[in-house]
């Protein structure tokens, strides 16, 4: 050959204990998380997880899920900040309004708007562009914990939006 290279030849690595030890503890931890609902943020939600938030517009009846039946759902833990400098960065933790709304046989991608009802008479709606383009999530913790009173039973987090959307202490959704 008119080069000459200075390398040695790769070795061949071979599936060995290691490996295998690696593989199955990566498959035991994904096991657990996907059995644990929540994933790995364990939020101890004891001081109202029997709150209710009334859904309104689904069916004829109204339905009431407790914060428990949240937790049990698949939920995501998100870390975000709003664009706003009220609220700053968050690690929030609940499962996505397109989550519940499949619990009752619909989508996020069907309803127009949901108006967000709070214990404190605030209330903001979320309409078809903000519900387009963002996974609202029902946050049921942040950044690892149970909520404060101030925010308890359930926060809307939409990521990377501003917090006037993110309504604390709610207790309705509107769906429209």
């Known amino acids: 050959m008119w080069w000459k290279s200075n390398q040695k030849p790769a070795r061949k690595r071979r599936a060995g204990a290691g490996f295998a030890a690696a593989a199955l503890a990566l498959i035991l931890g994904f096991a657990s998380l996907c059995m644990s609902g929540c994933g790995a943020d364990d939020i101890d939600i004891s001081g109202y997880a029997d709150e209710t938030i009334t859904l309104t517009g689904i069916t004829d009846d109204d339905i009431t899920l407790t914060v428990?039946?949240?937790?049990?759902?698949?939920?995501?833990?998100v870390k975000t900040e709003s664009t706003s400098d009220k609220i700053g960065k968050v690690r929030a933790t609940g499962p996505?309004?397109?989550?519940?709304?499949?619990?009752?046989?619909?989508?996020?991608?069907?309803?127009?708007?949901?108006?967000v009802f709070a214990r404190d008479e605030y209330d903001a709606k979320l309409d078809r562009?903000?519900?387009e383009s963002n996974d609202i999530i029902l946050a049921f913790?942040?950044?690892g914990a149970p909520l404060g009173e101030e925010d308890a039973p359930l926060r809307i987090i939409i990521p990377e939006s501003d917090s006037a959307y993110w309504v604390r202490m709610?207790?309705?959704?509107?769906i429209e």
């Open 170 to 174: 709610v207790q309705r959704l509107e």
């Open 129 to 131: 562009r903000v519900l």
């Open 68 to 77: 428990a039946d949240l937790k049990e759902m698949d939920c995501v833990t």
């Open 141 to 143: 913790g942040i950044d």
């Open 96 to 115: 996505t309004l397109d989550t519940v709304l499949r619990q009752f046989g619909m989508s996020q991608e069907q309803i127009d708007s949901v108006r």
